[in-house]
């Protein structure tokens, strides 16, 4: 029986490398790179090309129309996503004060930073505001009168916009839908008078729109026509144009394809901004802006895990990873199911699996009746689509420590992994 023990930082590693065909197959025609055999599992494989692909395409595609995207930054906030987000002109969205910190600290443009969030501290509106942030994007009328409170102190006009609840249904997970009618996120549609009239009153507060987010993780048209149509009414009924705006924010939600992320690694940005487009009818003098998280990351990112043991149960068998709920929690908190491939194994006899986490929860599984092939001990799995919320969503329970990130740039054939500064007794060796 050979020995491995892949749990990180651990000292006298044993574990048994990947092949170079595994390998290959792990970023998919990457060169081999020698210091990724070393790797201890489990660990998050980022395809910086895949990225920069995404990126390219929906900024080409936004800017057909002028339309201004601002990164779900809660979707991933890895510093080399960040970076090469900014590096392709988009801003941030950020629902923390510690993300609109780690925003600025990157370089981020402070005009392109949005804050949104149910629960902004007053130190969180402070620090947006000495930073002179974009835009707030305010959920409460209480929420305004405190931003407009500490504005007067600190002698400055905060920009705000208003974030509506327009009860659209979004179709998707009820843990991540948002637009529907009392919900905590929003300012509810018979508020909206008094929240657009403390605007027009105040003069800390400068009114630049109005703001939706209906949900995420949705994957056909209508809910995204039923917004726009509605924005379309809104912005009638409620004369926001008597208010002077500049600006709509639509937010993200556009779903990607989990269950073939290979052949399918991005969404239609082009159709999707053009769906927007030929809806939208609002004055054209205000600029547009989205809130993409998943669509932009999501695809780029893989969870590799190693079989630690697969277990007879008396009806199933259970292939029991080294990643688990701490790593990616998605399964167990929405019921989601990501792709898994062996990458060990890819041809040979296929079997039906349950694969599941080391956690203590009976809840840690990824998959029930997975077909795979026949996988033992030592494999090497890939959990696909995680570069969005799994990361970025990482617990400690069982007092497990936080996996590490791998960054592949195929167009410099360089590695980059935080791996690399980790002190040499520590480091796992190929034996
Ligand atoms: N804007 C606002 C106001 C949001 O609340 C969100 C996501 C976004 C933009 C970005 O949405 P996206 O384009 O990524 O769908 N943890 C869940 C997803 C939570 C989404 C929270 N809000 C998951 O793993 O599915």
Known sequence: MELFLCNRKQKNFNCRIPTAAILQIIMEHLPLIPNLENHPTPYYMYDMGLLEKTLKQAAEASG????????????????????????????????????VQAALDLGFDPSEIVFAGVGKTDAEIRLALQNDIFCFNCESVEELQVISAIAEMEKMTARVALRVNPGVDAGTHHHITTGLTENKFGIQLPHLQKALQICAENIHLHFMGLHFHIGSQITSNEPFINLVHRVNWIWDHYNINDYGP????????????????????????????????????????????????????????????????????????????????TEIMRPALYGARHRIDNLSRSTGQVKTYDVVGPACESSDVFASDLRLSSTHRGDLLAIRSCGAYVQSMTLNYNLRPAAEPVFYYPSFNRLKSLFEGIPEPFMQKAV
Not at 273 to 290: G, K, Q
Not at 293 to 317: F, M
């Open 246 to 325: 500049c600006m709509l924010n639509l937010g993200g939600g556009l779903g990607v394809d989990y269950e073939n992320p290979l052949l399918n690694p991005m969404p239609d940005f082009a159709a999707f901004f053009a769906m927007i487009s030929s809806n939208l009818n609002i004055p054209d003098h205000i600029s547009i802006h989205f809130e993409p998280g998943r669509s932009l990351v999501a695809q780029c990112g893989s969870l590799i895990t190693r079989v630690l043991y697969v277990k007879e149960g008396l009806h199933k068998q259970f292939i029991i990873a080294d990643a688990g709920m």
């Open 64 to 99: 057909r129309y002028g339309y201004h995207m601002h990164y779900a930054m809660k979707a991933n906030h890895q510093k080399e996503i960040l970076t090469a987000v900014n590096q392709h002109g988009l801003g941030v969205d950020c629902v923390s004060g510690y993300e």
